[in-house]
């Protein structure tokens, strides 16, 4: 399974970070975490096939994930060599990505989703496991950060990949991820906050030592980060391996 981060940022501009978007790809798979701004140009420049994508998952509904699929899907429906695809593509995500997907399609007054291939949307809940392409499943969890979000578990051939998407801190959360290959997990803070749903240093290190996880790569990293040695931070409270997120950097388990 190979992973390349299309972006390690936030909402807020960063000259070195898109914002949230993850290729996972196996042989059989090309699933797209997230759709932030920057993914789209991020595509060639770490040379991956959007063309290609048989997978789209979205996390949530905050625009710094999800702000560039309409874009996507533009690109999906008029880009060269499209008119040729057969093979459908899955768009995953929380109760909702169908309403907002139709009213993406409204409010632009054209048929954003009339693609020259099959576009399946699929509502995903907890509790449910989704047989993606052959000897793949996929998880979800509820994540305390907005009404809709939700964390993911991918299993394929033994191994597994967790995304935190984003949340706030969540003993339940530590369980779904339990013993997971690698977790994906924000961190957007150096220090706990009550005024917001996200991760701290301390926070996602705690999270990734309950859950007892392989490799942990951090990311969603917020400006105020820079300069901060977020690693050895985190070591000092996780014995795992811990990865520092950037744009381009390619994992494989």
């Known amino acids: 399974m190979k992973i390349v981060v299309l972006g390690s940022g936030t909402s807020v501009p960063h000259k070195a970070r898109n914002s949230a978007g993850f290729w996972v790809a196996t042989d059989e798979l090309r699933l797209l975490l997230d759709c932030g701004p920057g993914t789209l140009h991020a595509f060639p420049r770490y040379r991956l096939n959007w063309t290609r994508i048989t997978h ?3 996390s949530h509904f905050h625009l ?4 560039e699929l309409p874009p996507l899907l533009f690109a999906l429906k008029h880009g060269p ?4 695809r057969t093979t459908p593509l899955q768009l995953i995500g929380p109760v909702g ?3 907002l997907l139709t009213g993406w399609e409204a409010a632009l007054g054209y048929e954003l989703l009339a693609l020259a291939f099959p576009l399946d949307i699929i509502e995903v ?3 449910r496991r989704y047989a993606l392409a052959d000897g793949h499943w996929l998880r979800v969890y509820p994540t305390p950060h907005t009404e809709e979000s939700l964390a993911v578990r991918l299993e394929w051939r033994g191994l597994s990949v967790c995304y935190t998407g984003d949340t706030a801190y969540s003993e339940e959360l530590a369980r779904f991820f339990h013993r997971a290959d690698l977790l994906i997990a924000e961190c957007s803070f150096r220090r706990p906050r009550t005024d917001v749903k996200h991760l701290s240093i301390p926070e996602v290190a705690e999270l990734a030592r309950r859950a007892q996880v392989s490799r942990l790569l951090i990311t969603h990293l917020y400006p105020e980060l820079d300069g901060v040695d977020v690693k050895a931070e985190i070591q000092r409270l996780f014995s795992g391996d811990v990865i520092i997120a950037h744009d381009g950097l390619r994992l494989e388990i």
């Open 64 to 67: 710094d994930h999800i702000g």
């Open 97 to 99: 990505t169908r309403r």
């Open 81 to 84: 060599g499209v008119e040729r």
């Open 56 to 58: 789209i998952y979205l």
């Open 125 to 127: 809940e907890p509790e």
